[in-house]
């Protein structure tokens, strides 16, 4: 087996074993299933091209890396472009169903789903980064911070203001955003 041949494998393999989280991710950041996919897809083909460097070090991280990056450049343009419309739930049960989910949502997760997207909307797109890169995936702020490439104390005031609005959305409990009880 050529090397171009073991590349292409290796990359196919990392692309079935992550695409999920990265579209997951994605999905997070920026609240519709088709620019998630998008925002993947450029990042994988941004990947691929680089693999054999990426390979041996942390490949998840480097693309989740790409996919943050081009978040963060959609949403500087995106005044510019059409902005998409849509029922959250219609949206995931698409999503979920397009993943290999197929039965849709007890109706408690929908509310609950809807309540979440309702108050990620409400956020800026730096505080939602923040939320999802420290809350979802669960990183250190040093780590969220050189991801976003702003400093440490960025992402404590960013995350502190986007708890704060989270805590105050009407439509989520507090067992959703660590309010203190």
Request: glycine share 6%.
């Amino acid at each position: 087996m050529g090397r171009s041949e073991r590349r292409d494998e290796d990359f196919t393999a990392f692309v079935l074993a992550r695409s999920a989280r990265l579209v997951h991710i994605a999905r997070m950041l920026c609240g519709d299933p088709e620019l998630a996919e998008d925002l993947v897809q450029t990042a994988l083909e941004k990947a691929y091209l680089r693999w054999d460097r990426i390979e041996l070090g942390d490949p998840f991280s480097y693309v989740r890396q790409a996919v943050v990056n081009q978040h963060i450049s959609w949403a500087r343009r995106r005044l510019w472009r059409e902005r998409p419309s849509g029922h959250a739930a219609e949206l995931d049960q698409h999503l979920e169903q397009r993943l290999g989910g197929g039965a849709p949502d007890q109706a408690a997760n929908v509310d609950r789903r809807l309540a979440i997207a309702a108050a990620l909307a409400t956020l800026t797109a730096r505080e939602r980064a923040v939320v999802v890169l420290r809350y979802v995936e669960d990183l250190s702020e040093a780590q969220t911070a050189s991801i976003l490439g702003v400093a440490v104390g960025t992402v404590k005031s960013a995350a502190s203001r986007a708890l704060q609005k989270l805590r105050a959305a009407p439509h989520l409990s507090g067992s959703y955003v660590g309010e203190r009880t």
